[in-house]
């Protein structure tokens, strides 16, 4: 449907409108409404600065100068729901949602034409545009508690979710929050998106949450347009799909202003009232197809564009108006006109803005880190009364050496003391301690507010964690294997690593991430409890992937990415290899070679590791062997074996994956000459591709060579010793490259 044909019929219906009485403009607009004429007075040009900010984008697009044409035209009764909400409630929004964002910046005491050049600085992909700076249009900013999302498959709802969670908790325990005590979030999305699993995953959550008691403030809003882009939703569908257990279904016309209000105001109380979801089904029209490229009578009929024309939220609000006596249609149409003409020179001024102008400028809020900042925060203790407390008079570092399990379950214990906007969550975390028992304990210590367990389902894991975050606390998620976290891989991509970049710095998610990973779990597993694949990870903007081995490391990286986590709002993710858990021996049994004592608080300043960091091992002059992870143990033993045999081996364990320790790779390479890599993952996509091309890009001229895992999932068994990197490869390609 062309603007032009929308243009017109609006023109067209409003002149054909027959004026009623005059009613008092403090009433309401109608019999049976709480609309008032004065709001709904308001509203209305709220809708119209919404409508023609959907023609100003596609007369941008004509000259080439906007960049999106995907609009919010037929769901200008969205303007309803941002009325009845506070301007504080955070608002996770969906794509079309001009009505609301301009309501709510209205609400916050803005001009309306502040609202205006947002979205329009959005659509020219402005540098000064406040929330995304030209990098995407999105609805955001941080004055009106907008959080922006660029989801078009509501991979949103799971973080809508948590941010609830996260009101209530702040609530509950006295935390931090970035919202008001008795805020609702409110998450807003389209009837396509209700089949998406990550929505589906995020009303189970509300649903299982409020079925155990749980408070948990959400507003769903479904905007029903019956289409998503050309596929029809199944009429009935989306009521049958809403009404779940524990969550109030309620439903309106979304393209009647007052039907919408009044059922905005009931769902809004119940949340608020209740502390509980609910789920607000909104008719609506899409006019002017998907984007400025639908070709909308490829896939409809004309009779069907036709009728979504005769529900056009705007032309129904100015009949509102006209019936009660507070507009004529002559003064609606001089308003639309002028208010075109205001809108149209705005968006030409904003394509006189400046854009983004480098690589470096595009990526500048991409991983927002202050290393020193981080030094210093790092080595910052509970005071020690509190640290007595928490380890009941047994402080760690009074204890034997440790594994690397127990050396992670008593870090994390320091740190739920001294960071008192912290939790740790996931699968079996509570009272099971984990299924290796690193967060043993520590529930008992600090209560089941700070360390609980959740549903099955990493996404929803994932949720709570983004929506902590980005309400100001400190959330440390566990995934429970390496290979469960590509079920949710897209709330780490696509929502955690994206909101700094999207919303330059004005919100951000910080989070630690704890996966258990990798494989040589002797006999058991099978591929997904035994997984070596990152590759996906790896190719993440701003995502730190840290990749302890040995205990001591384990400790002090843990604290830096809780650092960066909470100084910079880093997105952290944790990987811990689960056959070294309990490992204690490097050589010979009993030797606890693999055994760490646990640093006082007084040196954790000396031990601090920065991220992108690598450890060194050896002095040797011939070979220099790459690993990390479970290699680091199988080189270690290795270059004891070449070292006996005269070759000087040393062993650099990168430690993190993401960045990786560049420089100190590119150090450790020169004294040697010679870089053999032991990477477990795979042959393809794995690690050691990228240390080859830092080397190459340096301009590293030595020998290179590469040992890793096959190009396979992981058998159950003894099988797997098929496919996994072994000791006796990474000596005989030692000895290869050693000639």
Same mark, same amino acid.
């Given at each position: 449907?062309?603007?032009?044909?929308?243009?017109?019929?609006?023109?067209?219906?409003?002149?054909?409108?027959?004026?009623?009485?005059?009613? *008092?403009?403090?009433?309401?607009?109608?019999?049976?409404?709480?609309?008032?004429?004065?709001?709904?007075?308001?509203?209305?040009?709220?809708?119209?600065?919404?409508?023609?900010? *959907?023609?100003?984008?596609?007369?941008?697009?004509?000259?080439?100068?906007?960049?999106?044409?995907?609009?919010?035209?037929?769901?200008?009764?969205?303007?309803?729901?941002?009325?009845?909400?506070?301007?504080?409630?955070?608002?996770?929004?969906?794509?079309?949602?001009?009505?609301?964002?301009?309501?709510?910046?209205?609400?916050?005491?803005?001009?309306?034409?502040?609202?205006?050049?947002?979205?329009?600085?959005?659509?020219?992909?402005?540098?000064?545009?406040?929330?995304?700076?030209? $990098?995407?249009?999105?609805?955001?900013?941080?004055?009106?508690?907008?959080?922006?999302?660029?989801?078009?498959?509501?991979?949103?709802?799971?973080?809508?979710?948590?941010?609830?969670?996260?009101?209530?908790?702040?609530?509950?325990?006295?935390?931090?929050?970035?919202?008001?005590?008795?805020?609702?979030?409110?998450?807003?999305?389209?009837?396509?998106?209700? #089949?998406?699993?990550?929505?589906?995953?995020?009303?189970?959550?509300?649903?299982?949450?409020?079925?155990?008691?749980?408070?948990? /403030?959400?507003?769903?809003?479904?905007?029903? #347009?019956?289409?998503?882009?050309?596929?029809?939703?199944?009429?009935?569908?989306?009521?049958?799909?809403? $009404?779940?257990?524990?969550?109030?279904?309620?439903?309106?016309?979304?393209? *009647?202003?007052?039907?919408?209000?009044?059922?905005?105001?009931? +769902?809004?109380?119940?949340?608020? *009232?209740?502390?509980?979801?609910?789920?607000?089904?909104?008719?609506?029209?899409?006019?002017?197809?998907?984007?400025?490229?639908?070709?909308?009578?490829?896939?409809?009929?004309?009779?069907?564009?036709?009728?979504?024309?005769?529900?056009?939220?705007? +032309?129904?609000?100015?009949?509102?108006? !006209?019936?009660?006596?507070?507009?004529?249609?002559?003064?609606?149409?001089?308003?639309?006109?002028?208010?075109? %003409?205001?809108?149209?020179?705005?968006?030409?001024?904003?394509?006189?803005?400046?854009?983004?102008?480098?690589?470096?400028? !595009?990526?500048?809020?991409?991983?927002?880190?202050?290393? %020193?900042?981080?030094?210093?925060?790092?080595?910052?203790?509970?005071?020690?009364?509190?640290?007595?407390?928490?380890?009941?008079?047994?402080?760690?570092?009074?204890?034997?050496?440790?594994?690397?399990?127990?050396?992670?379950?008593?870090?994390?214990?320091?740190?739920?003391?001294?960071?008192?906007?912290?939790?740790?969550?996931?699968?079996?975390?509570?009272?099971?301690?984990?299924?290796?028992?690193?967060?043993?304990?520590?529930?008992?210590?600090?209560?089941?507010?700070? !360390?609980?367990?959740?549903?099955?389902?990493?996404?929803?894991?994932?949720?709570?964690?983004?929506?902590?975050?980005?309400?100001?606390?400190?959330?440390? /998620?566990?995934?429970?294997?390496?290979?469960?976290?590509?079920?949710?891989?897209?709330?780490?991509?696509?929502?955690?690593?994206?909101?700094?970049?999207?919303?330059?710095?004005?919100?951000?998610?910080?989070?630690?991430?704890?996966?258990?990973?990798?494989?040589?779990?002797?006999?058991?597993?099978?591929?997904?409890?035994?997984?070596?694949?990152?590759?996906?990870?790896?190719?993440?903007?701003?995502? !730190?992937?840290?990749?302890?081995?040995?205990?001591?490391?384990?400790?002090?990286?843990?604290?830096?990415?809780?650092?960066?986590?909470?100084?910079?709002?880093?997105?952290?993710?944790?990987?811990?290899?689960?056959?070294?858990?309990?490992?204690?021996?490097?050589?010979?049994?009993?030797?606890?070679?693999?055994?760490?004592?646990? +640093?006082?608080?007084?040196?954790?300043? %000396?031990?601090?590791?920065?991220?992108?960091?690598?450890?060194?091992?050896?002095?040797?002059?011939?070979?220099?062997?790459?690993?990390?992870?479970?290699?680091?143990?199988?080189?270690?033993?290795?270059?004891?074996?070449?070292?006996?045999?005269?070759?000087?081996?040393?062993?650099?364990?990168?430690?993190?994956?993401?960045?990786?320790?560049?420089?100190?790779?590119?150090?450790?390479?020169?004294?040697?000459?010679?870089?053999?890599?032991?990477?477990?993952?795979?042959?393809?996509?794995?690690?050691?591709?990228?240390?080859?091309?830092?080397?190459?890009?340096?301009?590293?001229?030595?020998?290179?060579?590469?040992?890793?895992?096959?190009?396979?999932?992981?058998?159950?068994?003894?099988?797997?010793?098929?496919?996994?990197?072994?000791?006796?490869?990474?000596?005989?390609?030692?000895?290869?490259?050693?000639?």
């Amino acid at each position: 449907m062309a603007r032009d044909t929308v243009e017109t019929h609006f023109t067209q219906a409003v002149a054909t409108l027959k004026a009623g009485p005059a009613r *008092d403009p403090g009433r309401p607009i109608r019999e049976g409404t709480s609309l008032t004429g004065e709001q709904c007075r308001r509203l209305f040009q709220r809708q119209l600065d919404s409508r023609l900010l *959907d023609i100003a984008a596609r007369w941008l697009r004509e000259r080439d100068e906007g960049y999106y044409t995907i609009g919010s035209a037929g769901h200008e009764g969205n303007a309803a729901v941002a009325a009845a909400l506070r301007p504080s409630d955070p608002a996770l929004l969906h794509y079309r949602s001009g009505a609301f964002y301009l309501t709510r910046s209205e609400q916050a005491g803005r001009v309306p034409e502040q609202g205006l050049r947002d979205v329009l600085m959005g659509l020219t992909a402005a540098a000064e545009e406040p929330i995304a700076g030209g $990098r995407h249009k999105v609805f955001g900013h941080p004055d009106l508690a907008v959080i922006p999302q660029t989801s078009t498959i509501a991979s949103h709802v799971p973080r809508s979710v948590g941010v609830a969670f996260a009101i209530e908790r702040a609530r509950s325990l006295g935390a931090r929050s970035s919202w008001e005590e008795d805020a609702i979030a409110v998450c807003s999305f389209g009837d396509a998106s209700t #089949n998406h699993a990550s929505a589906l995953s995020g009303f189970n959550t509300a649903s299982y949450a409020t079925y155990q008691g749980q408070p948990l /403030p959400i507003l769903f809003v479904c905007e029903d #347009n019956g289409i998503g882009i050309s596929v029809r939703t199944p009429k009935g569908w989306v009521e049958a799909a809403a $009404r779940r257990p524990g969550i109030e279904y309620f439903a309106a016309d979304g393209c *009647d202003l007052a039907d919408a209000y009044d059922a905005a105001v009931r +769902a809004v109380q119940h949340v608020r *009232d209740h502390r509980s979801p609910a789920f607000l089904h909104l008719s609506t029209v899409r006019l002017m197809g998907h984007a400025g490229s639908d070709v909308e009578s490829a896939y409809r009929t004309q009779r069907e564009i036709r009728a979504g024309l005769e529900r056009d939220p705007l +032309a129904r609000t100015a009949a509102l108006l !006209v019936e009660a006596g507070l507009e004529t249609p002559e003064e609606l149409l001089t308003t639309y006109e002028s208010t075109r %003409e205001h809108v149209l020179r705005i968006a030409l001024e904003t394509t006189r803005s400046p854009r983004l102008g480098s690589a470096r400028e !595009v990526m500048e809020p991409i991983a927002p880190r202050r290393p %020193e900042l981080i030094a210093k925060i790092s080595p910052m203790a509970a005071p020690a009364a509190t640290r007595e407390k928490a380890f009941a008079g047994a402080l760690p570092e009074d204890e034997r050496p440790q594994t690397l399990c127990q050396a992670i379950n008593r870090t994390l214990a320091d740190a739920l003391a001294g960071y008192p906007e912290m939790a740790v969550f996931g699968e079996d975390v509570a009272k099971k301690g984990g299924v290796y028992g690193v967060t043993r304990g520590l529930q008992k210590r600090f209560g089941p507010g700070r !360390v609980f367990d959740t549903l099955l389902d990493e996404q929803a894991i994932l949720g709570l964690a983004l929506g902590a975050g980005v309400s100001g606390q400190l959330p440390v /998620p566990e995934i429970q294997y390496l290979a469960y976290l590509h079920n949710a891989l897209d709330q780490i991509r696509g929502e955690a690593a994206t909101l700094s970049f999207f919303s330059r710095g004005s919100y951000l998610n910080p989070m630690v991430v704890r996966v258990a990973g990798y494989a040589y779990q002797k006999g058991f597993g099978g591929h997904f409890h035994n997984d070596n694949a990152v590759a996906a990870l790896r190719d993440i903007p701003g995502l !730190v992937i840290a990749s302890p081995a040995r205990p001591d490391d384990a400790s002090a990286m843990l604290r830096t990415c809780l650092a960066a986590a909470s100084t910079a709002g880093s997105v952290c993710l944790f990987l811990e290899p689960i056959a070294l858990y309990h490992t204690r021996d490097l050589f010979d049994e009993g030797d606890g070679g693999w055994l760490a004592p646990y +640093a006082p608080p007084s040196r954790w300043a %000396e031990t601090h590791v920065p991220i992108g960091r690598a450890r060194s091992y050896g002095d040797g002059r011939d070979l220099t062997i790459v690993t990390f992870g479970n290699g680091l143990r199988m080189s270690l033993r290795a270059a004891v074996r070449l070292t006996q045999e005269g070759y000087g081996c040393r062993v650099l364990d990168l430690r993190w994956l993401a960045p990786l320790p560049v420089e100190d790779l590119l150090r450790a390479a020169e004294l040697t000459g010679k870089v053999l890599i032991a990477d477990e993952t795979r042959h393809s996509g794995g690690v050691s591709e990228g240390i080859v091309a830092e080397l190459i890009d340096a301009g590293f001229t030595g020998a290179i060579a590469r040992v890793t895992s096959a190009d396979s999932f992981i058998p159950l068994g003894g099988a797997a010793e098929h496919v996994l990197l072994s000791e006796p490869e990474i000596e005989q390609a030692a000895r290869k490259l050693l000639g």
